[in-house]
């Protein structure tokens, strides 16, 4: 059974009211095209250089959630979520960098000529670059865009989960994902059955600091 959720919620009530949602109603089945429209406005997130680097690996086949259930230690909302997004960081992204700035050309927000020495200067700084360095970048962009799809969802009506807790390298076999790809979260989407829980924040005087940060004891 497919539905759409056509609702909207004011930016300001989907940041004050979403919450991480780990109980799912398992007969909503959010129908492809509108999990790729989430995705479509998730990927306008930032990333370093504009390369991009987020992959996903959308699981909604319900044997292959039942196959991913112990390799995410058994966490119910792996099956009863509408969908599992897997967020993959490409660790070759920059190899992408002349398909990505020829969109910019066509698109006449940049010269041929400036974007032959975009990707020139990309292909040099990133082919150089240690391994872990170029992990880093993945990893912060990865999140840009997995916190921006779960506000997209929530502005739709459906909840999520991210979920760091399961084996990344049982994963990576059990889903034939390649050496180029991190594994760096799975997002849970659905329709709850039940609602977040509730938490509290430190208060923002607790966290932030001007213009330098106070001595330790």
């Known amino acids: 059974m497919e539905k759409t959720m056509k609702q909207t919620i004011d930016f300001y009530k989907v940041i004050q009211e979403r919450r991480s949602v780990r109980y799912y109603d398992p007969e909503w089945k959010i129908p492809r095209q509108e999990i790729k429209d989430m995705l479509a406005e998730a990927v306008l997130a ?12 959308v699981i909604d086949d319900q044997e292959l959630k ?52 975009f990707v020139s200067n990309i292909t040099k700084s990133y082919s150089n670059r240690d391994s872990e360095v170029i992990k880093d970048i993945a990893l912060i962009d990865a999140g840009l865009v997995s916190m921006q799809f779960m ?26 994902i390649p050496e180029r790809y991190l594994p760096i979260m799975l997002i849970a989407i659905g329709k709850a059955s039940e609602p977040g829980h509730p938490t509290t924040r430190l208060s923002v005087d607790e966290v932030t600091f001007w213009n330098g940060l106070p001595e330790m004891d």
């Open 46 to 57: 930032p990333s370093s250089n504009n390369l991009q680097p987020w992959r996903f690996l």
């Open 151 to 176: 506000l997209v969802a929530k502005a739709r009506g459906y909840d999520t989960v991210p979920m760091g807790g399961y084996d990344k390298l049982k994963f990576k076999e059990a889903f034939g």
């Open 66 to 117: 039942e196959k991913l259930l112990p390799i995410a230690r058994n966490q119910q909302q792996v099956v009863d979520a509408s969908a599992i997004i897997a967020v993959l960081g490409d660790m070759e992204s920059y190899k992408e960098a002349g398909r990505i700035f020829q969109k910019s050309v066509d698109a006449g927000f940049m010269t041929e000529e400036v974007k032959n020495a």
